[in-house]
């Protein structure tokens, strides 16, 4: 029986918990019996005895329930494995650092969804891993549903990654994409996503390239090698990108997106010219990863970046990487 | 990619000796043209060597080249082989154009070829496609750095290529 406890109770981690429900009969038939046995977010927790469906309606009702916090319950219940999908910070990595690394250091493995813990403190977390003989799986932090660190890690093992480029922010590429057809300015195409709740209210974190940039980061950690820190990201962001920009650049074949590149150049986001039929010239919230690789050439992934169900089903991949 | 006229005599091993330096400095020959209908008044034939060379070495082939005897008639020092377009978007023409592009053609191993601007109104930011040529890949690059300090000083976007091999 593993035993289960999912910390942040947002989007995603009630993602998780109905996919964990819908998929039961085939999930115990790969990983064997498994059980939720506590949810937690920053205001209320359920331990032991509940059911998990009914969990998600009383978060959605009136919240959780007062009870045993977050981080008494990482210190101190009985678990296997933490599922963390609390909210990002990439400046102090928290709350979710501290949950993980204790998680760790209580030899439990984690899979986890938030890029702030592994912005801030990667190779002091995959350290912590190793010594404590568990593991942590993070596929749902880069890219969403696209699988990147399995693919690179289990389907091209034996290959040295060159360098990669991709775009790893949706809104970016949805504005830019609109940009593109609409020939519309900048703001009134980011109203329009604000309006379809693509981008946020405060849209800096995903059109000054800090998303992309944080995730960039985790990807040259994870599939590089390269000990980056978000501080190495060269970043410009998309907000002085002009309707005549793309006009110009149309004549000559091109479009424009926001690019994550990492190599042996550095690690860089910003907006790049991209031939009309490149396999990064995409359209709408998509992501996708370029991959340069030494045996397989280059290799390349779209997928979608962000969700509520693809992002637990990053999560779930995860699972089995670790139980199946 | 490099051409070399030599002259040669019209006599065997004259080609030999020709080709010896160019492989011994890791050159690779792409063709070899001999130009018998124009022959010189010494009697030699010119022959059109086209090869691919590292462009530091060339100063070095040229120079165990004449010392073999062997005449060079010309060769084409500075050729602009490698070409990058970019896209800058900011105040390009109020914060002088003509200094802009001075500055990467007084380089001496790059020069814009081409600038394509869209001026949308008065005060309004402006949109260029820049063409930069250099004589090798190492130049186009540090050209393309020196680009973006310089737009960067003027407040201006640059929006670099994807699919070359510099970036």
Redesign the interface.
Known sequence: MIKIAIIGFGTVGQGVAEVLMEKRDYLRQIIGDYKVVAVADSKGSLIGDFDLLNAIKIKRERGLPEGMDAMEIVENQDFDLLIETTITNIETGEPGLSYIKKALKRGKNVITSNKGPLVVAYSELIELAKENNCKLLFEATVGGAMPVIKLVNNCLAGNKILSI?GILNGTCNYILSRMEKEKMPFEQILAEAQELKIAEADPSYDVDGIDAASKLVIVANALLGIDAKFEDVEI?GIR???P??F???M??G?T?RL?A?AGS?GLKV??????LQ?P?ALQGTLNALLIKTDLAGDVVVVGKGAGKRETASAIVSDLIQLYG | MFTLIVELKDKPGQLIKTLEPISRLGGNVIGIVHKRDKITPLKKIPVEISIEIDENKVPELVDALKASGITVREYNEVRLVTTS???L??HIVHTDISDTINRIDSTGYAEVIDL?I?M?QLN??????ITISATGKENLRKAVELLKVICKEKKI?V?????EEF?
């Open positions: 480029k410009t002085e990108i002009t005549e920009a006009d110009v650049a004549e000559k091109y424009i690019i590149e150049n910003s907006p790049r010219l991209i031939p490149h990064l | 377009s970019l896209l978007v900011g394509h869209n949308p309004e930011p402006s949109t260029a496609l976007l929006i670099e290529p994807i699919n970036s």
